[in-house]
Structures are given as C-alpha cells and as structure tokens.
C-alpha cells in the first residue's frame, strides 16, 4: 500500500478467542451479514465474529471485566488503528475481552443534525473494519440528552467501574466526556488512580509532521485525494 494512506490497514492485533454471541448489524430483515465487507477499492475478512450490545440495557454479568476504548472511530483511520492496537495488546496481556464502546447517533450529529459533517464509513461499515482487527465486544451506546448530559464522574462510575467493570483504557489524547465535553483524558488517568483501572493516553499519529484525524481524511476527500501523499492541514 501506499505509505501515506490515512486509512491503510494492518493485520489484527488481536488474537481470535470466542466472545459470547456471535452478532452482527443487520440493515435489514431479508439482509445476510457477509464475513467479507468491501473497503478500500479491496475487500477485508472478519478474523472472528464481534458481539454487538445494543445498549446499556443489554450488558450482562459475562460483560463485566474488560479493557475498553471509547469514540466514534470514523473512518478507522490509522490514528484509530494505533488504538485498537494497543487495546488488542492489553487485552492479551491480561486475559481479558477487548471492547470498543461508540454512540449512535454521533454526538456532533445529536446536536447538529442538519450542519454536522458527513460520515466517513457507515455503522455497518465501521463495525466490519473493527471486527476485521480481531475486536472481540462493540458497545454501542445512543446519544441521546440523558446520555449528554451525565457529568464525567457519573459516566465513569456507571459505565466504566459498575457495567463494565473496565481493568483498562485506551484513549485518544484529545478524548473528552461528560456534559458540555468538561471532561477529559487526564480526568480519565485521576478517575482510574482512585478507581483502580489503568489508562493509556495515546499521542496522535502523524504523517510528514501532519495529524491524521477524520477532519483531515474527510478535508482530503473533498479536494479529490484519496491517498494522501503530502502533508494536509487536520
């Protein structure tokens, strides 16, 4: 592949263990979920069925004891590659399922519906990239005004220690949480110290000295370049 594509991707991380149900995004009711999902002018292949939990409501006493990460991860580009890397690292470090934790709808489309930028990969889409690394657990989680408006502390005492019972995180360094964004990846290390689970904050990934993010994969789509060759602004 070409060196500076933002959105190559490498072989799983993670090693392939069961994971409870076997579930997959359905679209719609006639529709049959293939193991092979198109991407990247190729194709990519489950390396292991990933269990979706759709929502809080659907997590049960099996769910309890993870390493987790938490975002959007549109277009799981190769700064969210990075992280699922090193989520996939812990998780065989210390025995443990490895588990994605996303919202729908996102949250910049919660409160722009009409002006938020399109999306890169669709859930479906996203969800088979995911599972294509050996990703074991996706949460997904609606955003909705009960969710955005829960404080940081409520978010991690509810979600992270109580539901999920998380022994590690892996963030991004510019991850936020919690009502208004207050909340963010040094809050989640201090939360974890008192807590008692780890917290690795990843530095961004950069190309020619540029960030990649999904505003520069989606900046660099508009403009007609699909593998980014030279620096772009993020």
């Given at each position: ?42 194709y990519?292949?489950?390396?292991a ?7 809080l ?10 390493v ?10 190769l ?6 890397r090193?989520?996939?690292?812990h ?33 479906r889409?996203?969800f ?10 996706f ?8 969710l ?5 502390e ?6 992270l ?14 991850f ?8 963010t ?49 993020a």
């Amino acid at each position: 592949k070409p060196p500076f594509d933002m959105m190559s991707t490498w072989s799983p991380a993670c090693a392939s263990r069961t994971s409870g149900s076997e579930l997959l995004p359905r679209v719609g009711e006639d529709e049959q979920t293939p193991d092979v999902f198109p991407y990247n002018s190729g194709y990519f292949r489950l390396q292991a069925p990933m269990e979706l939990i759709r929502g809080l409501h659907n997590l049960r006493a099996r769910h309890r004891g993870c390493v987790a990460t938490i975002g959007t991860f549109d277009g799981v580009h190769l700064g969210h590659q990075d992280i699922v890397r090193r989520l996939c690292g812990h998780a065989s470090r210390l025995g443990l399922p490895s588990t994605v934790v996303s919202f729908e709808p996102m949250p910049r489309e919660y409160f722009d519906p009409v002006g938020a930028p399109p999306r890169l990969t669709r859930f479906r889409d996203k969800f088979g990239i995911l599972a294509s690394h050996g990703l074991e657990r996706f949460l997904v989680l609606r955003f909705d005004a009960r969710l955005q408006s829960m404080t940081g502390e409520e978010f991690v005492e509810r979600l992270l220690r109580t539901e999920l019972g998380a022994r590690q995180l892996v963030v991004g360094h510019d991850f936020r949480f919690g009502a208004g964004a207050s909340a963010t990846a040094g809050t989640l290390e201090r939360s974890g110290a008192a807590l008692g689970f780890e917290v690795e904050v990843v530095p961004p990934v950069t190309i020619l000295g540029e960030r990649v993010s999904s505003t520069a994969v989606r900046a660099a789509l508009a403009r007609g370049r699909v593998l980014l060759r030279e620096p772009v602004a993020a």
